[in-house]
């Protein structure tokens, strides 16, 4: 097993953990909201903004998992008519337009990082923690999609596929 196929699980795993983590406490802290409101008739005023920044890092994590996946929604109505070869050329340019978006994204990420995080650092109004640890979950997002844009980019265009020698192996294997 090669060095980039064990770096590209250990990346999936961690964007799973990552995003499923999020949700799951997500949901627990609204759970917990709940309680608290309606149960014991105390306010978890918090709860909220605590829930919110658990989805965005949700989100922003999760759109490296659809990319790394190709679970993004996609138009395909005009490219289903096309001809193989300019179906094939189409369906190549939309994927670097994509892997662009996401460098150009990924770039005004790092300048608001930048930006919340130097000088007067700006709090969240009630768990006072700085608003760029919200805004690095767009950085991490954005740079994980660059990386798995090209990653499937060049799997679905550049890499030949083989199938494995012996049963026993098992998958499939790529390589230029």
């Known amino acids: 097993m090669n060095i980039f196929k064990i770096l590209d699980d250990l990346i999936g795993k961690a964007e799973d953990f990552i995003s499923a983590l999020a949700m799951l406490s997500m949901c627990v802290v609204v ?82 990082i930048q930006k919340s995080a130097g000088g007067r650092v700006q709090l969240t109004p009630l768990t006072r923690l700085p608003y760029w640890y919200m805004y690095l979950s767009m950085g991490i997002g954005f740079g994980l999609s660059i990386l798995r844009g090209v990653q499937v980019t060049a799997r679905e265009f550049f890499l030949k596929k083989e199938t494995p020698a012996a049963p026993e192996e098992g998958g499939e294997q790529w390589t230029l």
């Open 31 to 112: 759970f917990l909201s709940i309680i608290w409101r309606y149960v014991l008739h105390l306010p978890f005023a918090s709860g909220e903004e605590i829930a919110r920044y658990l989805m965005v890092w949700c989100i922003y994590i999760g759109i490296s998992v659809a990319t790394r996946e190709g679970a993004h929604v996609n138009v395909t109505v005009l490219i289903n008519i096309l001809p193989p070869k300019m179906r094939r050329f189409m369906i190549f340019l939309g994927q670097i337009v994509v892997i662009a978006t996401f460098c150009w994204l990924f770039g005004l990420s790092i300048m608001l």
